[in-house]
């Protein structure tokens, strides 16, 4: 006996019509439900084949809410290689509802097949890893599905809803309503794994949503067109998709060379662009908060100005424009666009920077004042790759540190400032989309060991809640992902990806100039690991990483001869062949920290990598640890004989005792050869 009460809610903001009463329609010795609402067009039909109706209260009973019963005879001896397929339609009429039922139970298996053999070839051509760690592996390939399972179709279109939970007894489920910034961010992973036409149907469902004078949507409602949505305040609420628009159509033409696409898409492009350059309230160059929201949706004690998130995403986005520019081979406007990346680089450097405190501020008030509070957000300078922040070195060590870092992820905001909260949507708790911004810093910035923590840490995090899904936000001081998280987040997914393949293997596609970027930090106990399924401009490549003697060797092939050159500085002129190789010589000495999560309700105890550097015969590390404790961590010497001081070497670990004192405490370790 299945027992349920129905609901019929459409996502808000449509109307609702009330809790539905049930009919049932017997067809054979079996039949269905229809649920009537109060309007006549909004009905629905549920089913089992074999199914039979259970005691329905009569009218003459006290009233109440009954629950409805399907009964089913099942016997597994004769019935055990069955399937009972759960059939529903939502329409009006129950001669219609009917017959879309009857034609579900006739079709149920052939969409069940085209799903199964949807995922058998799932990865044909998209990427995947072969690494000494399954697991890492896995979450790769379940970030994917993740992303892929994010598609929503919408009329005669397909977008990303930025994820899933339950809605509960709300018509406002989480987040499942189409986001601008949630699409954008998750299509730079998009690109590395392959799935351009994905890509290409999520910038459309977008553009065709452009506002005139140029503004990219925020969020939008799978029921919209049920309301006067315009009138609402959340279809371009916040101001970042716009710049993130062109941003990622680079990044398209940078991993496709789908110039026509481009071409298709310039006015558009360029009416982003234009309106960036024409909201710019006070007048210093540099886009702002006037036209929505940067990043933080609430702050204390008043909304910034300007963001340094905002202005760092404005000045890769006149990058991106400049590049474009060049690609169309629009003179002009690259120059425009080059001009004002140039101009707010250095505004950047000599307006937000706070010397006497060696971070970043938050933002920049209308007077030229700032907020210092300390935040992740200037991270967003490294997403790119064209970017980066100079005399940035004292903040990502202390994004690295206990004071932003958790054993889970990073804080948005230090846990030494005033307005910290761990429980905060925007003031103290983590995001794996924060932590992913980092990660993809660290790497760019020269601290891959910081850059690995944090990606593992997201990827640690496809196992713990919805498997396969990574949570939206979680505590800033306990490990546990929060009752209101959406537990299947689009961009957390993302944030496995991006920082893996970008960061960690550093592979970026150059496809117009037929070049592969290849750039790779792989953890210490990896002797080797594949790429497989690299799309460069359609053409697919097997990546191989080998280290041998002191190098790291990277091979490229292709089942056809094909026009790539790795790392090359202009257009690859050479002829095609199926394989190609580089060579990196590796340092002399690598570390590698354990990367499991802390059980659930868990403080941030683990050893953190502050800093490295490095000299021609020596590298040094600043750890931290807790007071008293010694941590043995994994040790490759690739150029012996190396002495350390400041800890201990044996067997392939070092081990390091950290000074006694409560809390985490400093080490210093140093490396010669």
């Not at 279109?157 to 910034?181: H, I, K, Q």
């Not at 492009?269 to 886009?287: E, L, M, P, Q, W």
């Not at 997403?383 to 100079?390: C, D, F, I, V, Y």
């Not at 003697?549 to 500085?569: F, H, M, R, Y």
Request: hydrophobic share 40%.
């Amino acid at each position: 006996t299945i027992r349920f009460t129905p609901d019929m809610l459409r996502m808000w903001p449509a109307p609702n019509f009330g809790r539905p009463s049930a009919e049932w329609v017997a067809v054979g010795q079996s039949g269905y439900y229809i649920l009537h609402t109060d309007n006549d067009a909004f009905s629905g039909a549920i089913g089992i084949p074999g199914g039979t109706p259970g005691i329905m209260a009569p009218y003459q009973e006290r009233p109440r809410t009954y629950p409805l019963e399907l009964k089913l005879a099942f016997d597994p001896k004769t019935q055990s290689r069955l399937f009972f397929p759960l059939l529903m339609a939502v329409g009006s009429g129950n001669e219609a509802l009917g017959r879309r039922l009857m034609e579900l139970n006739r079709t149920w298996t052939s969409l069940y097949r085209q799903t199964s053999d949807y995922y058998a070839h799932f990865f044909d051509r998209r990427l995947t890893t072969v690494t000494p760690d399954p697991r890492f592996d896995l979450a790769i390939r379940w970030a994917e599905l993740a992303i892929d399972q994010a598609q929503v179709k919408y009329h005669d279109e397909t977008g990303l809803v930025a994820g899933y939970y339950s809605s509960a007894d709300s018509a406002r489920p989480g987040f499942g309503w189409f986001f601008g910034r949630d699409t954008l961010y998750t299509l730079y992973a998009v690109h590395s794994y392959g799935d351009f036409e994905l890509s290409r149907r999520a910038m459309e469902f977008l553009l065709r949503r452009q506002r005139a004078d140029g503004k990219i949507m925020h969020e939008f409602s799978q029921t919209a067109d049920l309301v006067d949505w315009n009138a609402l305040p959340y279809f371009y609420a916040a101001a970042d998709s716009t710049p993130l628009f062109v941003m990622t159509m680079f990044d398209y033409v940078e991993a496709t060379g789908d110039l026509d696409f481009l071409r298709n898409h310039w006015d558009a492009v360029k009416n982003a662009y234009a309106f960036t350059r024409a909201h710019d309230s006070d007048g210093d160059g540099i886009y702002d908060n006037s036209e929505g929201t940067g990043w933080v949706e609430s702050w204390q004690p008043t909304m910034p100005h300007q963001e340094v998130y905002l202005a760092a995403l404005d000045q890769q986005s006149c990058g991106a424009m400049a590049r474009l520019s060049a690609l169309v081979n629009d003179s002009g406007l690259e120059k425009n666009a080059q001009d004002h990346a140039d101009d707010i680089r250095g505004k950047l450097a000599s307006e937000y920077f706070d010397k006497s405190r060696n971070f970043y501020a938050f933002s920049r008030n209308a007077d030229g004042t700032l907020d210092h509070t300390a935040t992740v957000f200037p991270s967003v300078a490294w997403w790119n790759g064209t970017l980066a922040l100079s005399h940035a070195e004292a903040m990502i060590s202390r994004w690295a540190s206990d004071e932003f870092s958790t054993d889970w992820g990073i804080r948005d905001v230090g846990r030494n400032e005033p307005i910290y909260d761990p429980i905060s949507y925007h003031q103290g708790s983590v995001w794996p989309l924060f932590t992913g911004w980092a990660s993809l810093a660290e790497y760019r910035a020269g601290q891959p060991l910081a850059g690995y923590a944090h990606l593992m840490q997201n990827a640690n995090l496809t196992f713990t809640q919805d498997a396969g899904a990574v949570t939206e936000l979680l505590s800033g001081e306990y490990f546990q992902p929060f009752g209101r998280s959406s537990s299947h987040q689009l961009w957390s997914s993302a944030m496995v990806l991006t920082p893996a393949l970008r960061g960690l293997f550093g592979v970026e596609a150059d496809a117009p100039h037929h070049v592969l970027r290849v750039n790779p930090r792989l953890p210490a106990t990896w002797d080797s690991a594949e790429l497989r399924n690299v799309n460069v401009g359609g053409a697919l490549f097997v990546l191989k990483f080998a280290r041998k003697a002191g190098k790291l060797t990277v091979e490229a092939s292709s089942d056809n001869p094909q026009v790539l050159c790795l790392n090359a500085a202009a257009a690859c002129i050479t002829p095609p062949a199926k394989s190609r190789r580089v060579e990196f010589d590796l340092p002399a000495v690598e570390i590698e920290l354990p990367h499991d999560l802390p059980p659930i309700g868990s403080t941030t105890r683990q050893c953190k990598v502050i800093s490295q550097t490095s000299s021609t015969r020596a590298m040094s590390f600043e750890l931290e640890g807790q007071g008293g404790e010694a941590v043995e961590i994994a040790l490759r010497v690739n150029q012996p004989p190396v002495q350390v001081s400041g800890a201990s070497m044996s067997a392939g670990k070092l081990r390091i005792e950290f000074p006694s004192g409560e809390g985490y405490q400093r080490k210093s370790v140093k490396f010669t050869w």
